[in-house]
């Protein structure tokens, strides 16, 4: 089979996999947000806030951020979008682990794979960026569902934490005012929850 073709077989995968958080957690199939959807947002919004952080002095190709956040989660369309809870059971790095080993098989030693490597690495300025739009495109998705009347909240709070977190150092605080709205709307939620 060609590299096109197996592409193409992935791309498929993704556009037609719902994420498995979502309709856990009520949201219905038909609407729920495709993994393709996921990492195309998260991809824009990595082409986005790579440009301010870039013009804030940070050396970093932005395009090499969108383009890991484009591909972070490829791997799914072979094993699956793995819900949090067998995360959990099995541990991040097994998981990762898994994803590499099904991608190689899959593609070879490709970009495809080594820009999901980066990613699991989270060792270059553009990966950390990538997994950085990762969360806010989960959390802008969750408070999008919370605004339709289901209830992401979980997500929702786990998602910002992660944000606040991650924008609390640097380079990432430099664009930390960028995201306080977000923030803000989020952190209501998560009072109205506890």
């Not at 013009?55 to 970093?60: A, M």
């Not at 793995?82 to 059971?89: P, Q």
């Amino acid at each position: 089979m060609s590299s096109l073709s197996r592409l193409e077989r992935l791309v498929e995968a993704l556009k037609s996999t719902p994420r498995t958080g979502w309709m856990l957690r009520g949201v219905p199939a038909a609407i729920a947000e495709s993994i393709a959807e996921h990492m195309n947002e998260a991809s824009l919004i990595a082409l986005v806030l790579g440009d301010e952080l870039r013009k804030k002095g940070v050396n970093i190709d932005i395009y090499y951020a969108a383009a890991i956040a484009t591909a972070h989660d490829v791997s799914e369309a072979i094993i699956g979008d793995l819900v949090k809870l067998v995360t959990d059971l099995i541990g991040k790095e097994v998981k990762e682990s898994i994803e590499l080993h099904a991608l190689r098989s899959y593609v070879g030693d490709t970009i495809l794979a080594n820009l999901v490597r980066d990613y699991v690495e989270q060792e270059k300025i553009e990966a950390k960026l990538a997994k950085l739009s990762e969360q806010l495109a989960t959390l802008l998705q969750g408070l999008r569902y919370y605004r339709q009347g289901y209830d992401v909240s979980e997500i929702i709070c786990s998602m910002s934490e992660s944000v606040e977190k991650m924008t609390q150092s640097e380079p990432f605080s430099l664009i930390r005012e960028e995201l306080e709205l977000i923030i803000n709307k989020s952190r209501e939620i998560c009072k109205k929850n506890d």
